[in-house]
Nanobody
Framework: QVQFVESGGGLVQPGGSLRLSCTAS????????MAWFRQKPGNERELVAR???????YPFYMDFVNGRFTISKDNDGLYLQMDRVEPEDTAVYYC????????WGQGTQVTVSS
C-alpha cells in the first residue's frame, strides 16, 4: 500500500515563507506525476500545483498561486516552496500521485496569521 508523509507546515505570518516536503513509498515520486493539494475547513480538497513525471519536471500551478509557490521533486521527495503566503493559504496540505491513489497521508497544517 502506497503511503505519503507530509511535513513542514506550521504557523507563519502573512508574507512569510514555508517549505513543505513529502515522502512516499519507494519509487512513487520519481516515477509518476505528483501534486500538492490542500483542503480548507468545510471545503473540498483542491489542487495547488502538479509536476510531471518526466525528466523535465514540467510544473503547473492553479491561478491562485500567482507566482508565489514553487513545486519540485527529486529522488527523495516532493516539495512545495511557499513564498509571500496569504491568510487564504491556510489549509491542510497533502501530496499524492496523479491520478491520486485512494489513500492519503495525514497532511501538514499551514496556518497563515499575524
Amino acid at each position: 500500500q502506497v503511503q505519503f508523509v507530509e511535513s513542514g507546515g506550521g504557523l507563519v505570518q502573512p508574507g512569510g515563507s514555508l517549505r513543505l516536503s513529502c515522502t512516499a513509498s519507494p519509487g512513487v515520486v520519481g516515477m509518476y506525476a505528483m501534486a500538492w493539494f490542500r483542503q480548507k475547513p468545510g471545503n473540498e480538497r483542491e489542487l495547488v500545483a502538479r509536476i510531471s513525471g518526466t525528466d523535465e519536471h514540467y510544473p503547473f500551478y492553479m491561478d491562485f498561486v500567482n507566482g508565489r509557490f514553487t513545486i519540485s521533486k527529486d529522488n527523495d521527495g516532493l516539495y512545495l516552496q511557499m513564498d509571500r503566503v496569504e491568510p487564504e493559504d491556510t489549509a491542510v496540505y497533502y501530496c499524492n500521485r496523479l491520478p491520486p491513489y485512494p489513500t492519503w497521508g495525514q497532511g501538514t497544517q499551514v496556518t497563515v496569521s499575524s
